[in-house]
């Protein structure tokens, strides 16, 4: 168990839906990232946020945004959802920013649109 | 641009077999270099990184990683493999400024009894 939480789990809409994915980070990680796995693309950076701050933005699409609450959890929000959208999202964690640093993953949330 | 390259999709070994999983990397500066391993239905778990320092790193689980900079490689290792080894392992690099990883497309690793 690596301490970072995501829900839901599956998740199951339809295109043109939104959606919103939760993600609490470890105890004691100010620095959340947000991943995008799919058969294609591979796993794929979305973005990341620190201490609630957007830090850097890697393949994100328009549609999708986030934020990070004082608490430091997160939410991923996905709208005007299409076929190609289904995935799996991971969430990660870290202490800081620094990339040496270890990023601890939550188990994912499995996206299917239909 | 940074890259992982893992030029092998899928590799089958015996069980009890020594393992290796190839890896490279195209970095400017020293990398920081990440191993992890996912298996069915579960978020990925580190089994080792290298910052610094020793360029032979051991991590859980029995499996080691060897970074040669003249190589840009940065290859796992397991002596014996195990059935429960098998998963799908991830090499990454960090990504410079931005915290985040860059992950090659994974190598599928499959145990024969």
């Known amino acids: 168990d690596s301490g970072v939480t995501q829900t839901p789990k599956h998740l199951i809409t339809a295109t043109g839906q939104r959606v919103t994915l939760r993600c609490s980070p470890r105890s004691g990680d100010l620095s959340v990232y947000w991943y995008q796995q799919s058969l294609d693309q591979g796993l794929q950076f979305l973005i990341q946020?620190?201490?609630?701050?957007?830090?850097a933005k890697g393949n994100i699409l328009e549609r999708f945004s986030a934020q990070q609450f004082p608490d430091l959890h997160s939410e991923l929000n996905l709208s005007s959802l299409e076929l190609g959208d289904s995935a799996l999202y991971f969430c990660?964690?870290?202490?800081?920013?620094?990339?040496?640093?270890?990023?601890?993953f939550g188990p994912g949330t499995r996206l299917l649109v239909l | 641009a940074q890259s992982v390259t893992q030029p092998d999709i899928h590799i089958t070994v015996s069980e009890g077999a020594s393992l290796e999983l190839r890896c490279n990397y195209s970095?400017?500066?020293?990398?920081?270099l990440f191993w992890y391993v996912q298996s069915p239905g579960q978020g990925l778990q580190l089994l080792l990184k290298?910052?610094?320092?020793?360029?032979l790193v051991q991590g859980i689980k029995g499996f080691e990683a060897e970074f040669k900079r003249s190589q840009s490689s940065f290859n796992l290792r397991k002596p014996s493999v195990h059935w429960s080894d098998a998963a799908e392992y991830f090499c990454?690099?960090?990504?410079?400024?931005?915290?985040?990883?860059?992950f090659g497309k994974g190598t599928k690793l499959s145990v024969k009894p």
């Open positions: 990660a964690s870290s202490a800081g920013t620094g990339s040496w640093e270890t990023q601890y």
């Open positions: 990454a690099v960090g990504g410079g400024s931005q915290g985040n990883l860059i």
């Open positions: 290298y910052f610094s320092g020793d360029t």
């Open positions: 946020y620190y201490n609630g701050e957007e830090r």
């Open positions: 970095y400017g500066a020293t990398p920081y």
